[in-house]
């Protein structure tokens, strides 16, 4: 078989004997750690409503605003290409990435709850600074502020999620992550509609971006540390505590004693980054680290998020329609992960993955043939046309939204073991803002060049990655998170580096 099988007693694991119940403690702390979601939403949302408003072009970059009003009904694959607008975009990914090296630090040595704090207060530094910008140089150093706590909260909250979940519905409680991502993508669209019209509404959009910030850090000031964390902190008698109460009963002692073995390995890991470069953890580096963050923005999704309303205004759409397309399409976007929530841990990530991602090179492909025929002529698009290229990026989306939006957060944060957890989430997040700012520093200038072509490159790297899933990635789904490298042992791929290693422990020989 190309994935894996579930985890049984076999091995040391102890699955069977882990107890809980959803308690009202449990729900608080996943409810304000998923805020860090709206922080990384809210900006999707409304970055790329702000890059279309004309009050906006006008102020920072009225060449655009100029080439936009000469071609203000027509169709034109070029209306947008500029490279410092784009850069008002990337940006904050580029600071992010850089951030989540620090990121892993603090989360590693002081806790999940103390990146989540730090996050919060610089995504809010980042918003004041976006509201009262004079100029390009503050508008980009606002980004950069509002990238750090991304960065952050990126780091930080899938692994507090699917630390503090039950194995049985982890995969549900870490998609509190991605639908916070998309309400604040949703709310961010329905208030770039709502400010367009008004000389200042672009710096109201940007500055209420201090709002899920005051909520997230407020509310962390609350929260618990996870029971991981202060496992590996050495604070074990408050990790049994903290567990006690997640878990709503006092018969952990099973679950807690994987805790105190994964926290033994741990601390005798010095240097995690370079623990991840090791044979035996080759398969949570090319699948967790590199290969599912980077996948996750090829899809091509975070393009349309970004610049929905730019996209649909190059479509022919009116300012105004363009805006309420990119809110229907955000819409679709958290109706996606409530079905994603609903039947992730029933069916599995493997199948929402395979599904989800033959409907997406299709979807993919009707959009590049509908262009190819009847856009980029300079004519406005017929309206029968424009109505099918907003169903089939709804439907883009709605797949999107159940598979490599949700799982390309949740997949990782289950793979690492806990001496490489932290470590291995900032390559994540590093690895997904690196592609995240090249794909929107590129988009709008490859539209431009390849026209339609730019989505038949994003529905053949689909096709590359779902191959990827279905060869490499075993199903994790109910697995607990300390017990999912049992998995690896099973893969038909991986198991070849792990026993190596299982067979030097008992000779004493080092694997080559």
């Not at 729900?27 to 906006?56: P, R, W």
């Not at 490159?457 to 779902?466: K, R």
Request: one cysteine or more; glycine letters at 10%; aromatic letters at 12%.
């Amino acid at each position: 078989m190309a994935g894996g099988g579930m985890v049984s007693d076999k091995g040391g694991a102890r699955a069977e004997l882990y107890e809980h119940k959803i308690t009202s403690y449990f729900i608080f702390a996943c409810i304000v750690a998923a805020l860090g979601g709206s922080l990384f939403g809210y900006d999707l949302g409304v970055s790329g409503g702000v890059t279309s408003m004309d009050f906006f072009l006008k102020e920072f970059f009225p060449k655009v605003y100029r080439r936009k009003q000469e071609h203000l009904k027509e169709t034109d694959y070029c209306k947008y290409d500029n490279q410092i607008l784009t850069l008002f975009t990337s940006s904050l990914y580029f600071a992010a990435l850089i951030s989540t090296f620090l990121a892993s630090h603090v989360t590693r040595n002081n806790g999940r709850r103390a990146s989540i704090l730090w996050g919060a207060v610089s995504f809010f530094v980042g918003g004041v600074i976006n509201a009262g910008a004079q100029n390009i140089a503050m508008l980009i150093i606002g980004r950069c502020f509002l990238g750090v706590g991304i960065g952050f909260g990126n780091q930080a909250v899938p692994l507090y999620l699917s630390e503090m979940a039950p194995a049985k519905i982890r995969g549900t409680v870490n998609q509190l992550f991605q639908l916070t991502t998309c309400l604040g993508i949703f709310i961010a669209n329905f208030i770039n509609n709502a400010t367009e019209k008004h000389s200042w509404g672009w710096r109201l959009s940007l500055g209420l971006a201090t709002v899920p910030a005051t909520l997230m850090f407020v509310g962390g000031l609350f929260l618990p540390e996870t029971p991981n964390s202060l496992v590996e902190q050495g604070r074990l008698e408050e990790g049994r505590r903290v567990l006690e109460k997640v878990r709503g009963t006092k018969n952990i002692e099973a679950e807690f004693q994987d805790l105190v073995e994964a926290s033994e390995a741990a601390k005798a890991i010095k240097h995690p980054f370079r623990n991840l470069l090791k044979r035996k953890n080759r398969p949570q580096l090319i699948i967790g680290a590199l290969g599912i963050p980077a996948f996750q923005q090829l899809t091509g999704m975070n393009s349309v998020l970004f610049y929905a309303p730019v996209i649909f205004q190059s479509l022919g759409f009116g300012s105004g329609a363009s805006l309420w397309s990119s809110t229907i399409t955000s819409g679709t976007l958290v109706v996606a992960t409530f079905i994603s929530m609903a039947f992730v841990d029933k069916f599995g990530r493997r199948a929402f993955f395979l599904e989800a991602g033959t409907e997406m090179i299709i979807c993919m492909v009707a959009v590049a043939v509908t262009l190819a025929l009847k856009f980029g002529q300079g004519v406005e698009l017929p309206k029968g046309i424009g109505i099918f290229l907003v169903v089939m990026i709804c439907i883009f989306v709605l797949a999107y939204g159940r598979s490599w939006g949700p799982l390309g957060w949740l997949v990782p944060s289950e793979l690492f073991p806990l001496e490489t957890r932290s470590a291995g989430q900032s390559i994540v997040v590093c690895v997904n803002m690196l592609f995240t700012a090249l794909v929107a520093q590129c988009f709008l200038v490859s539209l431009c060049h390849l026209r339609y072509g730019i989505f038949l490159l994003f529905a053949g790297l689909i096709v590359i990655m779902t191959c990827f899933i279905f060869f490499l990635l075993p199903e994790t789904k109910q697995v607990p998170i300390e017990e999912v490298h049992l998995l690896w042992r099973k893969h038909w791929l991986w198991k070849s580096y792990c026993e190596p290693e299982d067979q030097s422990e008992k000779t004493g020989m080092k694997p080559v």
